[in-house]
């Protein structure tokens, strides 16, 4: 893939919008957005936004998030920064660089973080 095509992929944002559903694998390199619903595997190279009224369910991988709808994983890695919203209900395994829960957010289920003293010595 050239150079350019590599930069534009990266900077795309797909959205699933209010009122579609898909289900089965889905991965981009760029941002996703989910206002509607998600079933299955979802691999995303950069940021992925669940909206209020959006539904995530089965495994996630993604660089950093932001989920103001529910999610229920089997499985949610963020590489970077985690931010459950007021209106977030997260039920299932995280692991987070960083997370940020604003009061009112549901988290249920297992958190883990990386040893920032570990980390710090790898540097």
């Not at 958190?111 to 540097?123: L, V």
Request: glycine letters at 12%.
């Amino acid at each position: 893939m050239a150079k350019n095509e590599e930069e534009i992929n990266s900077t795309a944002v797909n959205i699933i919008s209010t009122g579609t559903a898909f289900e089965g694998k889905f991965k981009s390199t760029g941002s996703l957005r989910i206002d509607g619903s998600f079933k299955g595997e979802l691999e995303v190279g950069s940021k992925l936004v669940i909206g209020v009224h959006g539904k995530v369910e089965g495994q996630v991988i993604c660089r950093s998030a932001e989920v103001e709808g529910q999610m229920e994983v089997s499985s949610l890695s963020v590489s970077e920064g985690l931010s459950l919203k007021a209106s977030a209900v997260v039920k299932g395994d995280v692991s987070a660089d960083k997370l940020m829960i604003e009061q009112g957010a549901v988290l249920i289920g297992h958190c883990q973080m990386p040893d920032r003293s570990e980390r710090r010595a790898a540097e």
